[in-house]
């Protein structure tokens, strides 16, 4: 009889991430709007940081990505000790998972949030939980009922993604002001930069008033490095120890420490970019409003919109050359997530959805 090697219990249980499509048989070049990446790209000083390590990449990078904590704790005003780099957010979330959670404990996230949080849940043995939203926003009061003491972390990704939610500070102070001093509060701010309103905070404060919280950011969104996969951590000394421990020692390589340097520095770009936004996200759901569509208040650099019937309106939609995201990973399959793109791509959307609805 022949035996192969198995892997431990639960892991066959996860349903592999699957990212945006990029490609449409026979479109050489489709709009692409299903991964919420900056239509304008990145900063071009990004870009020359990135060409000039060409020469240089038989060198390791460096292990602590010192350069970049410096430029991101002056930058935010933060302390370059207590933040950690990382190949994108998502491996800072799963090393989080892994280092805090295991056999027997529970992690907690919104029913609609990010999907990377049930996977690095089950990758560590953990069991996932959700809570349920009001609005398809995280409930604090519902979050809080599902904490026990089995409860290791909560996952909150502030803005939300897929549905372009979010909560207050206030409110984010009172889910972390309800959970037991052992549980790790991780706020994932992916889309902050995006946010314009008086009432969010990203989490520093948070973070620098309490050893129990992370905040996770990331240079793949309105920074547009997604390629790069770049993204870092502030949390207490303590935690950051612990994410030295078990990440990779050259996680973060060189071309990419550079470019997300030059990229902080290029503050007339990354305003660029949120001015962008600022421009067509509301002109965006405005007109997709117009022809009768759902669409979920955002302050990100997307849109979820409800559709009577979100697969014919997606094939719709890439027959003619424009790639949108399914929803139905996240339990929304009457929904499409569409990243608001240049002008153009953004004007081919409505017109093609007009087209689709006979308007």
Not at 38 to 52: H, Q, V
Not at 157 to 162: M, T
Not at 336 to 352: F, H, K, P, Q
Request: glycine share 8%; hydrophobic share 40%; net charge neutral.
């Amino acid at each position: 009889m022949t035996t192969f090697p198995t892997p431990r219990p639960g892991i066959l249980d996860i349903a592999p991430y699957v990212g945006g499509e990029s490609k449409i048989p026979g479109i050489d070049r489709p709009i692409r709007l299903a991964s919420n990446e900056s239509p304008l790209g990145p900063s071009r000083k990004a870009i020359e940081a990135y060409s000039a390590l060409a020469p240089e990449i038989h060198r390791y990078p460096d292990g602590g990505s010192t350069e970049l904590r410096r430029a991101l704790a002056r930058h935010y005003g933060l302390d370059a000790e207590r933040i950690v780099c990382g190949a994108g957010s998502d491996e800072l979330i799963t090393l989080l998972t892994r280092a805090y959670a295991g056999p027997g404990d529970e992690v907690l996230y919104s029913r609609h949030g990010f999907l990377m949080y049930p996977i690095a849940a089950k990758s560590a043995g953990a069991t996932p939980v959700s809570a349920p939203e009001t609005n398809l926003t995280a409930d604090v009061d519902a979050l809080l009922a599902k904490v026990n003491d089995r409860t290791r972390i909560v996952f909150l990704a502030n803005p939300n993604n897929p549905t372009g939610t979010y909560l207050s500070r206030d409110a984010v102070k009172r889910l972390h002001a309800g959970l037991p001093p052992h549980v790790l509060l991780v706020i994932d701010a992916a889309y902050a930069e995006y946010v314009v309103r008086n009432d969010y905070e990203p989490g520093i404060e948070l973070v620098e008033a309490h050893k129990n919280v992370v905040m996770c950011r990331t240079f793949s969104k309105i920074y547009a490095l997604g390629g790069m996969r770049i993204g870092w951590a502030y949390c207490s000394a303590e935690i950051a120890d612990v994410l030295n421990r078990v990440r990779n020692p050259f996680n973060v390589n060189a071309a990419a420490q550079a470019a997300a340097v030059a990229a902080l520095e290029d503050v007339a770009a990354t305003d660029r970019a949120r001015e962008h936004n600022d421009i067509w996200l509301p002109w965006l759901a405005r007109e997709l409003e117009n022809l009768g569509l759902e669409v979920n208040p955002s302050v990100g650099n997307f849109l979820l919109v409800r559709f009577a019937d979100a697969d014919a309106a997606w094939s719709h939609l890439q027959k003619n050359g424009i790639i949108v995201r399914k929803m139905g990973a996240y339990g929304l399959s009457d929904r499409l997530r569409i990243t608001v793109g240049t002008e153009s791509e953004n004007r081919a959307v409505v017109a093609t959805l007009a087209g689709f609805l006979g308007r």
